[in-house]
């Protein structure tokens, strides 16, 4: 789902203001979310932080098909928000996006807002409908739905935003964009929210510590 | 979860065995740009190794393997410097 530079940007001056835009929206966000790390954890996740972006990273790269001739790997936001909660989640996230972008070409300059948005702020801010759906549960099955759900949610919103946002570049605009995107990511969501169930019901089987942002539903209010 | 370097040779090993089995299709938005056979514009960027692949090496699952190294190292320094400037003192 990574916009590059070439999408974003178009003959049309308004894709400009929408690539504009998103740098804005995401630096208000990660301005937000680093006030909110500093303050939200009393021990240091430092090592969580560098294990987890590191593991995301890595497992971006491996692509699985999906259909239709298409692949999808996981974006890991919900994944991330579950061990490390919302905030140093979208930090995270953005640091993988970064190292992307610049290194590895994978996803644009000018659309690094949009994809600070799509991926980190949007998977970070699942966090929030986990603990809508638990509420104060500790049941196992619940916990494991509720992960599926956010994730499978957390990649079509993503989807959603990055339709509206390349369908200047596109000739028949929002309407070829928005519907496409969607379908395909409903489908490639399913293996996000697969992957990241089984990933975060068996860490919490191993090593239920490692779950921070998990141990943080019940202390943050909303 | 002290053990970063354990869990960094995991998740190379983790690459290494998933990589010669990763999908080379085109992911979600790439397909929507092939179905309405939209041009991309130039990007302006091209990166330091493009396509998660390093021009001298010909095996595109080592080429890609190495990169993949190169790139969880970095991404999993940068984060341990993120995480100490935000929080200097915390306790472990």
């Not at chain 2, 393997?65 to 995480?83: K, N, P, Q």
């Amino acid at each position: 789902m990574h916009i590059p530079d070439g999408l974003i940007i178009t003959n049309e001056p308004l894709s400009i203001l929408g690539a504009i835009g998103m740098w804005l929206i995401s630096f208000i966000f990660l301005y937000w979310s680093w006030k909110k790390t500093k303050i939200t954890y009393s021990r240091s996740i430092t090592s969580l932080l560098g294990i987890s972006s590191a593991f995301i990273f890595a497992a971006q790269m491996i692509h699985f098909p999906v259909i239709f001739g298409t692949s999808g790997h996981l974006v890991g936001g919900t994944f991330l928000a579950t061990l490390l909660g919302p905030y140093a989640a979208i930090l995270s996230m953005t640091i993988v996006l970064i190292m992307q972008a610049v290194i590895f070409a994978d996803g644009g300059i000018l659309a690094f807002g949009a994809n600070v948005f799509t991926m980190a702020i949007i998977g970070g801010l699942s966090f929030f409908l986990i603990k809508i759906i638990m509420r104060n549960s500790n049941n196992k099955s619940r916990l494991a739905s509720s992960v599926f759900i956010s994730s499978w949610l957390s990649v079509v919103l993503g989807a959603l935003v990055a339709g509206l946002l390349i369908s200047p570049a596109f000739p028949g605009g929002i309407l070829t964009t928005v519907p496409a995107m969607l379908i395909y990511h409903a489908l490639i969501g399913i293996g996000e929210g697969a992957i990241t169930a089984i990933l975060v019901t068996s860490i919490q089987k191993i090593q239920p510590t490692a779950m921070g942002g998990l141990n943080l539903l019940k202390e943050i209010s909303m | 979860m002290n053990n970063k370097t354990g869990i960094f040779f995991l998740i190379l090993v983790f690459l290494a065995i998933f990589l010669p089995f990763a999908s080379n299709l085109p992911d979600g938005l790439e397909r929507v740009v092939e179905n309405f056979g939209v041009k991309e514009q130039n990007n302006f960027w091209n990166g330091l190794m493009a396509d998660y692949l390093i021009e001298s090496i010909n095996n595109p699952i080592i080429s890609t393997f190495i990169s993949g190294t190169i790139g969880t190292f970095i991404v999993l320094i940068a984060a341990l410097i993120l995480g100490r400037t935000i929080q200097p003192d915390k306790p472990q």
